[in-house]
């Protein structure tokens, strides 16, 4: 989203980025109180379009708000499946894609959220021109609600005119994603224990926050405390930083990822990824852009890092179709200016 505000600004248009701070937290202040203080933002600034992204924390207050100032084009950008899904997620206790949109109340991520109606749903989101981040996303989300358009995330330039990054120190591993259930974390640190034994100088780098804070216990649990270094969350220059510096980048999600940009960076800095079979995964990564592997699969994570570990051919022919890849997701800019247009 920054990214998307700095092209604008760069072309000329004026932005103004809106944000829980401002317009008031979903919780906190009640949705009147919220949709009062768009509105003043919205006379305010006095926008020809409105470009709303996750709703969780502010609620529809935003829409509504656009909506009863008359704003021409309404544009809502889906990062994940709030839209049809009350846990965004659209993944079943057993790990499995969800395809059955009864709630059940039961979702590994969150607990369900009080009332959800998706005829409601349909009926605010009417006018709004949505935008998929990706054609999975759409295939799952256009049987319930029109998508307007598919329109990816840019690779970072700056990661692209870079030098590739080196081969990274032997054995070491990024887990890039939050630690957290549907992004496989489990099924990670299971593969890094498999392989521990024959790779005893193994070593798996954790950057990023998790939802419940017990990943510590998980680690202990499977004997992996010498295994595993958690950074926590970095800053983002010190975790591309990090990045570089890794010899196996691996973004095991089971959920149906809608994109995942930690794919996308390390494949812009030039790095072997072992990427699932999941979501979006498989539309970044192209034709050779990564190795896929099976999603909650411990034994095929295993299998992809001992192979990508054992031959530095592999591992540069894979970091410089990686690159390639990553060099055709340009022109996100362009697509938006014309959807907000239209």
């Avoid at 379009?49 to 708000?65: D, I, K, Q, Y």
């Avoid at 969800?98 to 959800?116: E, Q, R």
């Amino acid at each position: 989203m920054g990214a998307l505000r700095a092209a604008l600004e760069a072309r000329g248009h004026q932005t103004r980025l809106v944000t829980k701070l401002e317009s008031g937290e979903r919780g906190v202040h009640g949705p009147d109180d919220r949709v009062r203080r768009c509105r003043k933002i919205i006379q305010e600034f006095r926008p020809d379009a409105c470009h709303f992204h996750n709703t969780l924390a502010m609620g529809w207050s935003p829409l509504v708000a656009a909506k009863k100032e008359s704003v021409r084009n309404l544009v809502w950008t889906m990062h994940d499946y709030r839209a049809v899904c009350p846990n965004t997620l659209l993944l079943r206790p057993d790990l499995n894609i969800c395809d059955d949109l009864h709630w059940c109340g039961s979702c590994v991520a969150l607990p369900k959220l009080p009332h959800y109606d998706l005829d409601r749903i349909r009926k605010k989101l009417q006018g709004v021109k949505i935008a998929a981040i990706s054609d999975a996303q759409r295939r799952l989300v256009e049987p319930h609600l029109p998508v307007t358009a598919t329109i990816h995330w840019d690779a970072d330039a700056g990661l692209l005119a870079a030098p590739e990054a080196p081969d990274g120190k032997p054995l070491t591993v990024l887990f890039a994603g939050r630690k957290d259930v549907e992004k496989g974390f489990d099924f990670c640190l299971q593969a890094v224990k498999r392989l521990s034994g024959r790779h005893p100088g193994i070593r798996l780098h954790l950057a990023g926050r998790s939802r419940f804070g017990d990943e510590r216990q998980r680690i202990d649990a499977l004997g992996l405390g010498k295994q595993v270094i958690d950074h926590g969350a970095l800053p983002h220059d010190r975790y591309l930083e990090m990045l570089r510096n890794v010899q196996v980048v691996v973004c095991a999600s089971v959920w149906a990822e809608p994109f995942n940009l930690s794919l996308l960076e390390a494949m812009a800095c030039g790095k072997p990824v072992i990427a699932t079979r999941s979501g979006a995964h498989g539309e970044l990564a192209g034709d050779g852009g990564a190795v896929l592997a099976d999603p909650r699969s411990s034994a095929s994570l295993m299998n992809a890092m001992e192979t990508l570990f054992a031959d530095a051919d592999l591992r540069r022919d894979l970091a410089r179709r990686a690159r390639e890849q990553a060099t055709r997701f340009t022109g996100c800019t362009e697509k938006y200016l014309r959807l907000y247009r239209e």
